[in-house]
Structures are given as structure tokens and as C-alpha cells.
């Protein structure tokens, strides 16, 4: 999957970023679509990925490398500020704060929710 990276455009806007990412949509229609400019809830994140056509794994898993991650999938990490989403698909990060990167950003604990296509 081509993902183009996209910052978040406030601090409260991570959860809108990763699902602009994925949906290959912009910040504004998928702030428009939730009705929310602020923090995301799961059951937000969840519904908008099943809304347009993904399949996303209904529990969440803890990992602690990369080397662990399913090739798509959507990140919710402790950072030291907050908690906050991110994005990971083939082998690389696509953090809305942090930029495109190699490994983690700094996160205490940190969970996964696998993304794959609907099947038909």
C-alpha cells in the first residue's frame, strides 16, 4: 500500500492524520466525516477504517519491536507527552508528529491493531 505522509495539523490531530494516510484522503474530510477536530476515540478510529472497506483487528496487541508488526496496521503509542496514533505499513513508520521514520518514535507502551482489505 502507497501511503503519503501527512503531518498533523494540530497537536490533537493525530488520530485524523493516520486515517488520511490510510484512506488517502485529506485531514479536512476526515475531520468533516467524524464531526471532530480534536482527540480521536478507538471506537472513531475503528468505525472510519470498517466505514471505508478495511478490515481492522478487533483486539489490540502489545509489542515491543518492529520486528512484530503485521504489514499494515494502526499504532497507539504512550508517548512521554500523551497517548497518540500512528501509522506502519511495509516496513515503515508514518508518525504524524514525528515524521516518516525507520523504528518506534519514544513510546513507553505501545499496541497494534492490524489493517488488511475486506476479501470479495
Not at 474530510?29 to 471532530?36: A, K, P
Not at 471506537?43 to 503485521?70: A, C, W, Y
Amino acid at each position: 500500500m502507497k501511503i503519503t505522509y501527512i503531518h498533523e495539523p494540530t497537536d490533537l490531530q493525530c488520530g485524523q492524520a493516520v486515517l488520511a494516510m490510510l484512506l488517502n484522503k485529506s485531514v479536512s474530510e476526515i475531520v468533516s466525516y467524524l464531526g471532530n477536530d480534536r482527540e480521536t476515540t478507538l471506537k472513531e478510529m475503528k468505525k472510519t477504517i470498517t466505514d471505508f472497506g478495511l478490515f481492522i483487528s478487533p483486539h489490540r496487541i502489545e509489542v515491543s519491536t518492529r520486528n512484530e508488526l503485521p504489514p499494515l496496521c494502526m499504532l497507539s503509542l504512550e508517548t512521554p507527552r500523551c497517548w497518540h496514533w500512528s501509522l506502519y505499513s511495509d516496513g515503515t513508520f508514518y508518525d504524524p508528529e514525528h515524521g516518516v521514520m525507520d523504528d518506534f518514535p519514544e513510546a513507553n507502551r505501545k499496541y497494534y491493531w492490524e489493517i488488511t482489505y475486506n476479501e470479495g
